[in-house]
C-alpha cells in the first residue's frame, strides 16, 4: 500500500493525515484526485458515517481507502454538535456561523465540557469485511471568546486544559501529538501494522 485515498476534502484534514501517514510511505491522495464525488453522510453516528465514505471513495477510486468522520460534542448539549458539527448552523458550511451558533447556544451555561470525537475506517477494497476501525477522543471545554490562528473549525473555542490553550493556539505537531485526529491516526496505523497491512 503506497497510494491511500483519503475521503475528504477538507484541507485541514488532508495535512493532518498526511503529515502522520508519510513517515510509513503513504502518500495520502485526496479523493478529489480521482474526481470522487462527495459521499452523502444521513447517518446519526460517526461510524455509519465514516464506513460509508471509506467504501465510496475506494468503490469510485479502485484504491484502498481512508475515512475520518469527526465532530465536536458537547456534554450540555447532549452530544451536540456531534455529526452535524460541519453544519451545526445549516448550509452553505461555515466555521463562523457555526462557532457563532455554538456560544448562542451555551449563553449562559456554566458546564462547558466538550471533546472531540474522531473516527477513522480504512478498507482495502469496497466491499471489505473487515474494515479497520480507530478511535480518538480530545478532551477541553468551550470558552466565549476566540483565541489563535491555527487550526480550523472550532479550535479557537476549544481550550484545552494542559496547555491552557486553544486548539488554534497549538502548533501543528503539538495539536497532533494529543488531538482526536492525531489519537485515532495512531491507533490505526498500530493496527494496520498488528495486521501486516502497512511495513
Request: aromatic share 6%; proline share 8%.
Amino acid at each position: 500500500m503506497s497510494t491511500l485515498v483519503i475521503a475528504s476534502g477538507n484541507a485541514g484534514k488532508l495535512r493532518e493525515i498526511g503529515r502522520i501517514l508519510a513517515p510509513f510511505g503513504i502518500e495520502a491522495v485526496p479523493q478529489s484526485a480521482f474526481n470522487v464525488p462527495d459521499c452523502p453522510e444521513p447517518h446519526v453516528t460517526f461510524v455509519e458515517n465514516c464506513l460509508a465514505k471509506a467504501r465510496h471513495a475506494s468503490r469510485v477510486s479502485g484504491l484502498p481507502a481512508l475515512a475520518d468522520d469527526s465532530g465536536l460534542c458537547v456534554d450540555a448539549l447532549g452530544g451536540a454538535p456531534g455529526v452535524q458539527s460541519a453544519r451545526y448552523a445549516g448550509e452553505p458550511k461555515s466555521d463562523v456561523r457555526n462557532n457563532a451558533k455554538l456560544i448562542a447556544d451555551l449563553k449562559d451555561v456554566p458546564e462547558r465540557r466538550a471533546h472531540y470525537t474522531c473516527v477513522m475506517v480504512y478498507v482495502r477494497h469496497p466491499d471489505d469485511p473487515e474494515p479497520v476501525i480507530a478511535e480518538g477522543h480530545w478532551h477541553g471545554e468551550i470558552i466565549d471568546t476566540p483565541r489563535g490562528d491555527h487550526g480550523f473549525g472550532y479550535d479557537p473555542y476549544f481550550l484545552v486544559p494542559q496547555f491552557g490553550q486553544t486548539g488554534a493556539e497549538l502548533d501543528e505537531d503539538s495539536k497532533n501529538s494529543v488531538s482526536h485526529r492525531g489519537q485515532a491516526l495512531r491507533d490505526l496505523v498500530s493496527k494496520l501494522k498488528a495486521l501486516g497491512r502497512i511495513g
